[in-house]
């Protein structure tokens, strides 16, 4: 039986929720919070809808990386994939899925409550004590 407390374990489902006292790290969802999936579905649940060479754009990616993260989060069943024409051309829309958008939303909440956590201690270090060496007596007075 491993105890939450105790980081040398690990925890019981590291993809899944953490435990209540567990840390909010262990709770992302690597599918999820890898960087340009996270894009992808932040730029998707603020469209609904978006073609290929507008996620491309927006996001900075090659044809083949795109592609390859759009199967991925597909594959998850978290974005859903179409084809058609505009226009006479070919292309790809993907569009978020309920899954999709309840995933972003655990997400955030991962990372809303990681904040949390460390806000409270950043706040209470005083930036001298946490980032300056302390001072010897030599240099406070003057002399060597």
């Known amino acids: 039986m491993s105890d939450p407390q105790d980081p040398a374990q690990p925890p019981a489902s590291a993809g899944g929720p953490a435990a209540p006292d567990g840390h909010p790290a262990l709770s992302f969802d690597e599918v999820v919070h890898q960087r340009t999936r996270l894009g992808i579905l932040a730029v998707l649940a603020e469209a609904g809808q978006a073609d290929f060479p507008y996620l491309r754009a927006v996001l900075g990616l090659t044809d083949g990386n795109l592609g390859r993260h759009l199967e991925i989060l597909a594959g998850a ?52 004590t946490s980032r300056q060496p302390v001072s010897s007596a030599a240099e406070t007075t003057g002399t060597e």
């Open 77 to 128: 069943h978290l974005i859903m994939i179409s084809k058609g024409y505009h226009r006479r051309r070919p292309r790809t829309w993907a569009t978020i899925t309920i899954d999709g958008r309840h995933a972003l939303d655990a997400e955030l909440a991962n990372m809303r409550a990681l904040l949390r956590r460390l806000e409270p201690a950043a706040a209470s270090q005083h930036p001298r």
